[in-house]
């Protein structure tokens, strides 16, 4: 099969990089400058999400995170802006596989902003190039069983259940007794590295991708509301001919 579009490797430099479009927000690259943007992020309240806090990076240390991301872990970042264009979360695809066309999810929210929708239609509208013009055919994640709000997003996405295992948890040890954590402790427990939580694994499959979402991709395109990557990309190519050429 031909490999996945990698966005940065075709989009003309210097151009806005929006690869989707929802309803609530736009996708487009991460770039460095998201990595001081998300550092600026509120720090969950909830002990559950510590892992998700970021820690106090200098300069250069952020600039190191972003290096050893990109080039030693290979992934690829999107960054999640509201329609007044504040980056508001993170996309994630880790273990890319362009032979099997298949990556792991990893997405997270400004923790203000949790609960109001945009998570599910940015990882809508960002599926809708995943497995359009990114050329993808399967995405897997793994979710904490007592994450029943990604849950339910990744649900009404169209993704299934594959499995469980116990995964370590990054947070305060202290979590099992904190009353605020109850509902939640059936899920968690002192394992074999430590403390650890149930953790569902799932996938999507292209052809399991809801109809409704390509085609709702598809009208927005032709509608003029929102453009696909592909056009997207050549309006850029064809401009900066223009500019070239003139
Ligand atoms: C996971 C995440 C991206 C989801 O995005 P979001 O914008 O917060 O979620 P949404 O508002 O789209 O809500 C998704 C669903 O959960 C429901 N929901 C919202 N808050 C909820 C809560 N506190 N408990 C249970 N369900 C909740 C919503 O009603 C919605 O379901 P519906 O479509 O049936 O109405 C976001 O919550 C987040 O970043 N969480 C912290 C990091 C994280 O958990 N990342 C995922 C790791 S696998």
Known sequence: MTAPARVEDVWPAGEPRFVAVGRLSRIRMFTRRDVDRWLAWPRHADPLYAAYNPRPM?????DAWWDDLRHRQKQRAFAIESLDRRMI??????????????????????????????????????????FGPGGFRRMYLSVAAY??????????CGFRYLGTHWDRLLCRDDVLDDPRCAEARPLLRRGPRGLEALTYDMVLDREAFPTASLVQAETQTTSGRTESFLRLRDRCVRSRRRRISV
Do not use: K, M
């Open 58 to 62: 200098s300069g250069s240390t952020a």
């Open 89 to 130: 979360g993170r996309i994630f695809l880790r273990h890319v596989s362009t032979t099997d066309g298949a990556s792991v999810l990893g997405i997270d929210l400004d923790p203000s902003l949790l609960g109001l929708g945009y998570g599910t239609d940015a990882l809508r509208a960002f599926l809708g190039y995943y």
């Open 147 to 156: 994450n029943v709000r990604a849950r339910r997003s990744y649900e009404r």
